[in-house]
């Protein structure tokens, strides 16, 4: 939009601001509680919640996408999507690509799940999904890495055994393992928290952004939305 | 201005005892559970999937028959792009020619655009890993409903799986108008057809019966390659399938279950099968439908059966 600016043609340059105001929000639909596909078949989940009171705040209107995780950040560097806001956790190598808001949660630990205690998690075989920070984390580690396109999938190996243990966020662990005989292991801090991520380029809507989640830790209203999706850390 | 509310937890009162799924036990819930958004969702992608197949296949077999037309062309140059195009788009794995030319026919898209509409742009296109263009040269317009942009999508798969499976048809048909008795064509010339009147009335008509046996066997691998939409990013039934089947604890929906992606992979493989055999008895019909009346073997059976039958 920057660009935009830029634009000589005043017939284009009107004509494009009044369509500009349009942002399409990609997410993967399959990280609950932050993205997910509720019973409706509708994007639900904190961060749905989220960028639906950012856009409110920066008066913009969005739009929601579902994109694979594999390809997500490809798919926002060639314009099928304005923002990526899907459980991204901010860190150098992303940076790289493309750039991110301020963190609306704060570095969240992640953590081990395994069917039983006493699974060597820095030497065994350890289940994350593909392109992750929590993958890149277990290459580093000693364990033997098998990673899987979507995170319900690491999961579903853990427990029909494919892997000795799972790293995931914990958020999103956190209710499988309520539910399922499956235990915590241990916690690991990753990442520097969560934030939106845009196109380098995009800097005046990557400010928009910014600016609304500024303003939503500022009034407290982050932290409530952070306690009502149960995610850990607060502002 | 602003975004709609994030509905949650909506559903459809298809039946009216569904609005609490956890009191809910064996046909009751299974009924409640299969009619959720989201299941209709999975069923409309069934549509999606038989709509690919109805539109891709006309298509594929008008590019087969335009490639093998200029394959066999007299004009070099034409003769040239015909057997090029089989050629390049047969030896190219399917997966890599779909995540190529899908990425690439949209930037093109938009970049043709983005020269017509945009002429004063002063900014490169390519702006380290970014891809920019005008906000009004974007296909479809960033402010398109929903709906124009899966049918965009939508379109763009078509066009793709159209090409690929048109090489194969183009080299299929090929062969087959190669196939024709050169008795045929010869007899046509000696009544004095011109070449297009002997291609249009003689070589045409009998050249089907010929390539049949390789079409249908490309309509059996289209079937069986429509789960690569799920690759173009439309939501197919694999999407759905995957989704759908992944275990769901109680926090987030009304209806949760464990792993269940083995039912509903299940579910998509009885799907295929009875498509492709559906598909290979309609296929035996027209086979048989076009063999009546040539000079093939199998035409000639028909003749000699119904001469028997006339006998008796």
Known sequence: MKSLLLGSAALALSASFAMADTIRLGTEGAYPPYNFINDAGEVDGFERELGDELCKRAELTCEWVTNDWDSIIPNLLSGNYDAIIAGMSITDERKEVVAFTQGYTLPSPSAYAAMAEGVDVEGGVVAAQAATIQA??????????VEFPTPDETVAAVKSGEVDAVLSDKDFLAPIVEESELIFLGDVYLGGGIGMAFRQSDDELRGKFDAAIASMKEDGTLNDMLDKWEIEGKF | MSCPPPTQRKRPAIFSYCSDPASLEGFQWLSCYLTT??????????????????????LALAFGFFGASAARSRVLPLSLFGKGYIAIVRGVPDIAFFLFFVIA??????????????????????????????QIAKMPLNDSPQWVHEV???SL?????????????????????????????????????????????????????????????LWMVLIKATPLLFLLGVEDIVYWARELGGSKTARFTDYP?????????????????AFTKLSEIVLERITRRLS?????????????????????
């Not at chain 2, 930037?107 to 263009?133: S, T």
């Not at chain 2, 009346?293 to 028909?302: C, I, K, P, S």
């Open chain 1, 136 to 145: 890149a984390h277990v290459a580093e580690t000693g364990a033997t890495l």
């Open chain 2, 37 to 58: 958004g989201k299941h209709m969702a999975f069923y409309v992608s069934f549509g999606t999937v038989l709509l690919l197949l109805a539109i891709t296949a006309p």
């Open chain 2, 105 to 134: 026919l949209d930037q093109g898209i938009e970049w043709l655009r983005h020269k017509v509409k945009c002429p004063g742009w002063d900014e490169p296109i390519r702006q380290g890993n970014d891809f920019l263009v005008c």
């Open chain 2, 152 to 154: 965009y999508g939508f």
């Open chain 2, 157 to 217: 798969a078509v066009l793709t799986f159209a090409i690929v499976f048109g090489a194969f048809a183009a080299n299929v048909l090929f062969g087959a108008m190669r196939a024709v008795p050169r008795a045929q064509m010869e007899t046509a010339e000696a009544y004095g057809m011109t070449p297009r009147q002997s291609f249009w009335r003689v070589l045409v008509p009998q050249m089907w019966v010929y390539a049949l046996p390789g079409l249908s066997n």
């Open chain 2, 257 to 273: 279950h464990g792993d269940w992606r083995m039912w509903y992979f299940l579910a998509l493989l009885l799907f295929y099968l």
């Open chain 2, 292 to 312: 009546h009346g040539q000079a093939t073997v199998a035409g000639e059976a028909q003749r000699k059966g119904q001469a028997k039958g006339a006998a008796a």
